[in-house]
C-alpha cells in the first residue's frame, strides 16, 4: 500500500513562501494523478493543485498565479512551491495520490498523507 509523507509546512508573515514535499514510499507503485489538498479551520477541503501522470499541474483559483505545482516521477513525489502567502492560505495541506490498481477498465484508489501545518500571519 502507498503511503505519503508531506514536509515543508511552517509558519511563515504574508508575502512569504513556503515550499512543501510529497514522496510516495513505494516507488514501484502504479501512481496516477497527484495533488495538494487543504483545509482551512471551520472549512472543507479544497483542491490546491494536482497533475495527472504525464500531464500538466491544474490549480484552484484562489492559488492560480501563485503557487506552482512540480512532480518528479522517478520519485513518485510532488512539491508544492507557494509565493505570495496571504492570511487565507492558512491551514492544513494533504498531499494525495491516486494508487492505480487496474487499466482495463480503469480503477484507482485515493491514498492521503497526514498532512501538513501552513501558518501565514500578517
Known amino acids: 500500500q502507498v503511503q505519503l509523507v508531506e514536509s515543508g509546512g511552517g509558519l511563515v508573515q504574508t508575502g512569504g513562501s513556503l515550499r512543501l514535499s510529497c514522496e510516495a514510499s513505494e516507488s514501484n507503485s502504479n501512481i496516477g494523478t497527484m495533488g495538494w489538498y487543504r483545509q482551512a479551520p471551520g472549512k472543507g477541503r479544497e483542491l490546491v493543485a494536482n497533475?495527472?501522470?504525464?500531464?500538466?499541474?491544474r490549480y484552484g483559483d484562489a492559488v492560480k498565479g501563485r503557487f506552482t505545482m512540480s512532480r518528479d516521477h522517478a520519485k513518485n513525489a510532488v512539491y508544492l512551491q507557494m509565493n505570495g502567502l496571504q492570511i487565507e492560505d492558512t491551514g492544513v495541506y494533504y498531499c494525495?495520490?491516486?494508487?492505480?490498481?487496474?487499466?482495463?477498465?480503469?480503477?484507482?484508489?485515493?491514498?492521503w498523507g497526514n498532512g501538513t501545518l501552513v501558518t501565514v500571519s500578517a
Open positions: 497533475v495527472r501522470k504525464g500531464g500538466t499541474p
Open positions: 494525495n495520490a491516486e494508487e492505480v490498481v487496474s487499466s482495463l477498465p480503469y480503477y484507482g484508489l485515493d491514498r
